[in-house]
């Protein structure tokens, strides 16, 4: 057992997820990584275990057995980029695809954390700036992380004695960072801005974003329902 609690965290081969399980770890948490695949990195760490489920399958979402304590913390993070094109090349699959994993899967992951689970709890879910900033080809992407931001502004208000939130992370150095460099002009417009960030170091750490989030967990002191990784002070 942990006095610090559990954490449970999905989307956590790599990337954010990787990294707040590290940290988690290191600060003394009991940790349950979910996905499809088991991180390496991991392997035979103490307080760790792994619960194998396709979050796009709503049914192996369902059947989840989370791993729970006096205190427990959910950290909805696994999310896909979606497709990037402009809207009328969207295909409807796609599309779908990219809703289930970053809204609808989280949302039915939530609701029944926040109805099985007792004791402590508090709930995030990795959020984006793309949710209040229009991205010519992010349409999918701009859509699903507006809809998570506003579930979690709902939820907020239903469930007060709760902390639930989304960060917002920024632009950080992860596999989807690496997918947005390799994809086209005509699909992104942007994507040279992505590339230039990239290459004169600009892109956020994981291990940043694990650290600071650690802290508001940890906080009494809780930032806005949704707000952003870069506002937060470790040290102060």
């Known amino acids: 057992m942990s006095d610090k609690g559990n954490i449970i965290i999905t989307g956590v081969s790599s990337g954010i997820g990787l990294a707040i399980a590290k940290a988690a770890l290191e600060n003394g948490y009991v940790v349950q990584g979910v996905g499809r695949n088991a991180p390496e ?4 760490a103490d307080c760790w275990s792994f619960s194998a489920c396709d979050l796009t399958d709503l049914a192996a979402v369902d059947a989840l057995k989370f791993q729970t304590g006096a205190h427990t913390i959910l950290i909805n993070n696994a999310g896909t980029l979606g497709p990037v094109v402009q809207g009328e090349n969207a ?3 796609d599309i779908e695809a990219c809703m289930l994993l970053n809204v609808t899967a989280p949302m039915r992951l939530t609701a029944r954390f926040l109805k099985e689970v007792e004791g402590d709890k508090q709930v995030y879910f990795t959020g984006s700036g793309a949710a209040q900033y229009a991205i010519p080809g992010w349409s999918a992407y701009c859509a699903s992380k507006a809809a998570i931001h506003m579930y979690a502004e709902v939820l907020a208000q239903e469930y007060p004695q709760v902390p639930i939130h989304a960060f917002k992370p920024g ?5 989807m960072q690496a997918q947005i460099r390799n994809t086209t002009t005509e699909n992104f417009p942007s994507v040279a801005h ?7 170091g ?3 750490k994981p291990e940043t974003v694990a650290e600071r989030l650690l802290h508001v967990i940890a906080s009494d002191d809780k930032p806005g329902v949704v707000f952003p990784i870069s506002q937060i002070n470790p040290t102060s």
């Open 41 to 44: 990195a991991l392997e035979g």
């Open 171 to 175: 632009k950080v150095d992860t596999p």
């Open 91 to 93: 295909m409807g699959s």
């Open 202 to 204: 600009n892109l956020v």
């Open 194 to 200: 992505f590339i230039e960030e990239y290459e004169t």
